[in-house]
């Protein structure tokens, strides 16, 4: 434990921590020396200490019935731990010095929000690798990107994924638009030299559309698109013959945010954040038997409260009947950069993975400020980053002006 004592999340805020840390613990008679049996991480809010000790108490307050459920489970493993230990220091109320240099960070803190909102856009860009040697990819393999610079202005390319039809290559990405506040789903092919040509609209609807998450069953080509301004996690079908996606059912009537399905152990996994449930910061499951359903909600529904790891970030890998998962790290700000993880556990009542690897803005790029999806075919991986650009031009494109 980084911090001990109180005021909660005060102190995590004075001293510039990234996140913080809720622990629910199995007492002894010893301080702060119990065993931890339930464990999350949140972003935390600088610009307002109101807004953060909100979130720290309305968030755990779930912990006691994720454990009662693991019990129900007949899963004691937490239980089993060793005591916790930690060397930090004792954090007391703070006086009247310390309140008033707080104060002032929050204020400092809640300026630089408020310009960043107004003074800064993020302006995404698609990049395309052939460096396929590593199994895993991490930041080395994309050192000699190309990139795409589909969109300019008030328009931007994001969640890129990549498939291959009718021996050519496909780029499918998120297409927003500042002026209108939304995105659709745009479709590029490919040439040898990795040009794009007859970039088109794939999918457009009334509401926001993101993340085109392409996935293969059977020879077929699926897309699920992020649809959870509709409410919805929606299924579609590649249509080789006139090259366009058709609709195919409704997965489930949740609000998904970067919905991303993969079949491993003879199930359909489908991991996602939920829209009004801190998505960058927790990871819920669904299976089913069966591609169309129905899919059930995990048993430990979010199975992973971490924003240095939850929200999906494209493709997963199956190696040697292992699953590796790609996950957004936003601790600092959101799509920072990709942390991947080896799924160590996963069934209808367990999930555990760990941390193996990480694709970063590599120092030779020029969107050096996040990179947040990944996606690979047998021929190429696609990634997009990000920069955040400055002043008022950025204004008026965010303004749509």
């Known amino acids: 434990m980084e911090f001990r004592g109180g005021p909660t999340g005060f102190w995590e805020i004075f001293r510039g921590s990234k996140t913080n840390g809720i622990i629910l613990q199995k007492l002894n008679d010893l301080i702060d020396a119990g065993v931890i049996i339930h464990r999350r991480t949140y972003q935390t809010v600088f610009h307002s200490y109101k807004e953060h000790l909100q979130k720290l108490l309305m968030q755990s307050t779930d912990m006691p019935l994720q454990v009662c459920r693991q019990i129900i489970q007949n899963d004691l493993s937490n239980f089993k731990k060793d005591h916790s230990s930690s060397k930090a220091p004792m954090n007391r109320i703070p006086k009247n010095g310390k309140m008033i240099q707080f104060l002032f960070k929050v204020f400092i803190n ?158 359909w996994w489908l991991f996602c954040g939920l829209k009004d449930d801190l998505p960058n910061e927790k990871l819920h499951i669904y299976y089913a038997d069966q591609l169309l359903g129905p899919y059930q909600a995990h048993s430990l529904n979010p199975v992973k409260v971490d924003p240095n790891g939850s929200r999906p970030a494209g493709q997963f890998i199956i190696e040697n009947n292992v699953l590796y998962r790609p996950a957004q790290k936003s601790v600092k700000w959101y799509g920072e950069s990709i942390n991947w993880f080896e799924v160590e556990e996963l069934n209808e009542n367990a999930f555990c993975e760990k941390k193996i690897a990480e694709i970063a803005p590599h120092k030779k790029w020029t969107h050096k400020d996040g990179v947040h999806t990944f996606a690979k075919t047998s021929q190429i991986m696609v990634i997009d980053a990000k920069r955040r650009k400055s002043g008022w031009h950025a204004m008026w494109s965010a303004l749509g002006l």
């Open 110 to 267: 809640r300026l630089r929000f408020h310009y960043n909102r107004l003074f800064k856009q993020e302006h995404w860009d698609i990049g395309i690798s052939n460096n396929l040697k590593n199994k895993i990819p991490n930041t080395s393999d994309f050192t000699n990107t190309k990139w795409l610079k589909l969109r300019k202005g008030a328009k931007y390319a994001a969640d890129s994924f990549c498939f291959e039809s009718n021996n050519t290559q496909f780029v499918i990405f998120e297409d927003y638009d500042y002026k209108h506040k939304r995105g659709s789903i745009s479709l590029a092919k490919l040439q040898e030299n990795l040009e794009p040509i007859n970039i088109k609209t794939a999918l457009e609807k009334p509401y926001h559309l993101a993340y085109p998450y392409i996935f293969q069953h059977h020879k077929e080509i699926f897309l699920i698109p992020e649809t959870a301004e509709n409410g919805s996690i929606e299924l579609y079908k590649w249509r080789e013959e006139t090259e366009e996606f058709i609709f195919e059912q409704e997965l489930l009537n949740v609000a998904g945010v970067d919905s991303s399905l993969v079949y491993y152990k003879e199930k």
